[in-house]
């Protein structure tokens, strides 16, 4: 644990105040003092040009590195079925195994568990390790975070990925946090450092300005979140045998969250996520009553309803619709972006769509560059009238 304190050596210069991120430096009496706010990040340590400012860490025990090994994917699942991301992890576990010389695994905990177990198998998994439990039926953070790490510490994986899903964005930092390792939030590149036994982790930083690659050369297991749709899924094979492992674990029962009912979001009828077709609102709609043109094409197309975050700002749809680098990222087949701009922190959620169709009444929307077709016109006519054409040919 580290701690820090101002020494007598302090003149009360004020030099220091602005060096800290979190305002957590006073000067009172000519001399600074260190508020609780203060999250021991050490970045004022280097203002002080008279080394008043007493900061010492505790280097921790670099773990035994050699004892891990496997490359792990948490199998995120709802009512029995597995979310497509963890296939999709399945698909670059394989790879990144393949590249360590070792085996690729799935961590699956919930109730009634065996037809998952095998399609993990079929999606690329050499061994399951299966928690099946009654009391595992709706996902709990304290409950999954605290069997995944017993089973983490019994097995040893050297590398885990985790979908950066809801469920995932809250598990990850928990496991990681008792584990005492690091961990690289929404990657969109993996790859192995085969001499150091590295995963390579690269993620956009400074709002999408550089691409920064992470490593974590002293603990383990190296932990990485990837958003769905970012790598592929493997092509399911029915003949692939695999192992499956029930792990001994205590099933906490005495967490402080209670989960007493899930409500599924009453405005998405189809997951964003996983959507072969997604129809979304920008700010050019210029009415949440306009929404409905989009939801009506939405409609008629079985796709998903997606927005900018101008949308979700404006409080006219959910933030669980908003598609960018604060939302998610999604692959359709089909994106049909109605009234959006084309800011570069969307287009980092949608970029990958095969088809990308682009409505704008602006001619030199940045949206456009990228839009395999274009349509120059108000979305107010061109909506009702694609919906209307749809609905003769297929509905
Ligand atoms: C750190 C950070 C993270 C961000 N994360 C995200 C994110 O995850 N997702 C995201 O979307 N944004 C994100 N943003 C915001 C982003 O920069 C843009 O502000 C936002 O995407 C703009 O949304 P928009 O395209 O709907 O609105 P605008 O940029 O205002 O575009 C509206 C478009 O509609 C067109 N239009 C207007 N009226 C009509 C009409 N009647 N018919 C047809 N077209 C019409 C206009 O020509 C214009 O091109 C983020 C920003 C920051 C700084
Ligand atoms: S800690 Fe150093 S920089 Fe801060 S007020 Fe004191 S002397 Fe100045
Ligand atoms: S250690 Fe970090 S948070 Fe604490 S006072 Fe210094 S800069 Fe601020």
């Known amino acids: 644990m580290a701690s820090i304190k101002i020494t007598d050596q302090c003149t009360g210069c004020k030099l220091c105040l602005k060096s800290c991120p979190f305002g957590a430096i006073v000067v009172e009496d000519k001399k600074a003092r260190i508020l609780d706010t203060c999250t021991l990040c050490g970045a004022c340590v280097s203002s002080c040009k008279f080394e008043a400012i007493d900061f010492t860490k505790e280097e921790s025990q670099a773990a035994d590195l050699s004892a891990y090994h496997g490359v792990w994917v948490f199998a995120e699942q709802k ?55 009654p009391k595992l039926r709706q996902y709990n953070d304290e409950s999954y975070a605290d069997i995944f790490v017993q089973v983490v510490k019994a097995y040893k994986p050297e590398i885990i990925l985790i979908g950066a899903t809801t469920y995932g964005r809250s598990l990850a930092p928990r496991v990681a946090s008792v584990l005492n390792t690091g961990l690289t939030a929404d990657c969109t590149g993996l790859e192995i450092d085969t001499q150091k036994r590295e995963l390579l982790q690269t993620r956009p930083a400074f709002g999408g300005n550089l691409m920064a690659t992470i490593i974590c050369p002293n603990h383990r297991p190296q932990m990485a979140s990837v958003r769905p749709k970012v790598m592929k899924a493997l092509e399911p094979d029915e003949t692939r045998q695999g192992e499956i492992i029930v792990p001994d674990v205590n099933i906490p ?10 409500v599924n979001s009453l405005t998405e009828k189809v997951n964003l996520a996983e959507a072969d077709i997604i129809v979304a609102a920008g700010r050019g709609i210029g009415k949440p009553e306009n929404l409905r043109y989009v939801e009506e094409l939405a409609d008629v197309l079985g796709a998903a309803v997606g927005a900018s975050r101008a949308v979700v700002d404006a409080g006219w749809i959910e933030y669980s619709h908003q598609v960018g680098q604060t939302g998610k990222t999604v692959g359709p087949k089909i994106y049909i972006a109605c009234g959006i701009s084309g800011a570069v922190q969307h287009l980092a959620g949608m970029s990958s769509s095969d088809i990308i169709i682009a409505i704008n009444k602006n001619p030199d929307a940045p949206i456009f560059k990228l839009a395999n077709i274009g349509l120059v016109g108000d979305l107010v006519e061109i909506l009702p009238a694609l919906t209307k054409e749809f609905k003769q040919r297929i509905g």
Request: glycine fraction near 10%; aromatic fraction near 4%.
């Open 79 to 133: 009512d029995g079925k597995v979310a497509n991301v963890a296939f999709e992890l399945l698909g670059e576990g394989t790879r990144l195994a393949a590249k360590l010389d070792t085996k690729v695994s799935a961590v699956l905990l919930g109730e009634g568990m065996e037809s998952a177990s095998k399609e993990l198998i079929t999606h690329g998994a050499d061994t399951v390790y299966v928690v099946d439990d």
């Open 253 to 262: 029962t005495d967490t402080v969250t209670k989960v007493l009912e899930v």
